[in-house]
Each structure stands twice: as structure tokens, then as C-alpha cells.
């Protein structure tokens, strides 16, 4: 069963504007991870932030993790047009180990020239 | 070689055909993945190898059949597939010796079945 929930759906900005992607879970988890998915094919991970952790940074990606709420959210600062894209939080059940991503349902990235 | 390669790209087959996907990596990684994309939906896991044994079947009809021949291998057996089959087949790996370790996806296999 899909775990993750995200918001919004759907998202479309301008180039050079930031996005802000959501992620609820229900059950404990040992980290969450975001990956992003072009035009239906492959995943590539962007970033993971462990359970003890509460903000991470890589690049353009600023992702936060609030285990109290079972929630993240993941930032793109000054989008182009090549962020558009899906993207989805996943998270890797307490004690599952990585055996197990359980992922959300995504966000689908419009970037607007 | 951080890539995970899947075969074919493509594939149609009809109701009664038998076909494989072919899924490699030389990455030393030990655990291996099948999942699952319909369109505009999240990959669903099917199955996972550790270390060479199947560890998690996530109630997959048996028409699909999962095999590790080696630690770089990983194929889906398909035989007498129904229409609502047809998706998006992942191969993904991930080292697989413990906790927190991100997954290496390949670029799939989009399966018609017709």
C-alpha cells in the first residue's frame, strides 16, 4: 500500500520561481527520499534525509522532515525549465530496512518558460 | 558504472506469449527490485532480492515470475498476462546492506499486452 500522500497534485510556475512539493506518511520510517521521474521513465533520486534529521540541503533542494507531523516538503529554489518533471517522496518503513520504498502519489512539475 | 540497465525498452506480447525482462547492474549492489507504474500512478513494489533470494513478494499473481541468476541479474518471467498488465516494469538496486540507502533506478520497460 502507498503510504505517502503529496500535495499539490499538480503544480505549474514560472522559470526562476520556487516550488514547494509536500509529503505526509502514516508509519515510522528510518528516512524519506525524494526522486524525481521525467516523462515516465526512470527514477533518480535526489535526496534522503534520515528520521534524526529535520532540514537538508543539496544544491537547489532544500528538504525538511517534521516526524511529529509525519510530513517533508521539498523546495526548488530559481526553477528551470528542466526541473519539470514528477516528482515523488518515498519513504523506507522503520526496521524494513532497504528492502522497502513505499512511494506517494507525486507531484507533476510544469516550469513555464 | 552507477547505471541500472533494463531490456527491452518495449515490449507488446498477446495473452497467451511468454517473455522476459531483463534487468542488470554492476554496481556490487546486493539488493534488487521489481516494481510496478501504471500511468500517472506511483511505482508499486513487486518484488525484492537480497542477496540472491527473493525476500519480499508484495501478493503478486503468479503469472509473474521473479529470478535472480546472479548478483548483477535480475528478470521478470511474464506468462498469460491480462490487458490490465500493461505499465511501466522498474528494475531498481540499491546497496542492500543496511539502512539508508537510496535506490538506482533503470529506465524501465513499458509493456503492452495486447
Known amino acids: 500500500s502507498q503510504q505517502g500522500e503529496e500535495d499539490p497534485q499538480a503544480l505549474s510556475i514560472q522559470e526562476g520561481e520556487n516550488a514547494t512539493m509536500n509529503c505526509s506518511y502514516k508509519t515510522s520510517i528510518n528516512n524519506l527520499q525524494w526522486y524525481r521521474q521525467n516523462s515516465g521513465r526512470g527514477l533518480v533520486h535526489l535526496i534522503l534525509i534520515r528520521s534524526n534529521e529535520r532540514e537538508k540541503h543539496s544544491g537547489r533542494l532544500r528538504v525538511t522532515l517534521d516526524t511529529s507531523k509525519k510530513s517533508s516538503s521539498l523546495l526548488i529554489t530559481a526553477s528551470r525549465a528542466a526541473d519539470t518533471a514528477s516528482y515523488f517522496c518515498?519513504?523506507?518503513?522503520?526496521?524494513?530496512?532497504?528492502?522497502?520504498?513505499?512511494f506517494g502519489q507525486g507531484t507533476r512539475l510544469t516550469i513555464n518558460p | 558504472d552507477t547505471e541500472v540497465t533494463q531490456t527491452p525498452k518495449h515490449l507488446v506480447m498477446g495473452m497467451t506469449n511468454k517473455k522476459s525482462l531483463k534487468c542488470e547492474q554492476h554496481?556490487?549492489?546486493?539488493?534488487m527490485y521489481w516494481y510496478k507504474q501504471k500511468a500517472k500512478k506511483p511505482p508499486e513494489l513487486m518484488f525484492v532480492y537480497s542477496y540472491e533470494k527473493l525476500s519480499i513478494n508484495e501478493s503478486v499473481p503468479s503469472r509473474f515470475s521473479p529470478e535472480c541468476p546472479n548478483s548483477s541479474l535480475l528478470n521478470l518471467h511474464l506468462h498469460a498476462l491480462q490487458p490490465e498488465d500493461s505499465a511501466l516494469y522498474l528494475c531498481a538496486s540499491s546497496l542492500g546492506t543496511g539502512e539508508n540507502t537510496e535506490a538506482f533506478f533503470g529506465q524501465g520497460t513499458r509493456l503492452t499486452v495486447v
Open positions: 554496481m556490487g549492489h546486493r539488493a
Open positions: 518515498a519513504t523506507e518503513p522503520f526496521l524494513q530496512g532497504a528492502q522497502k520504498l513505499v
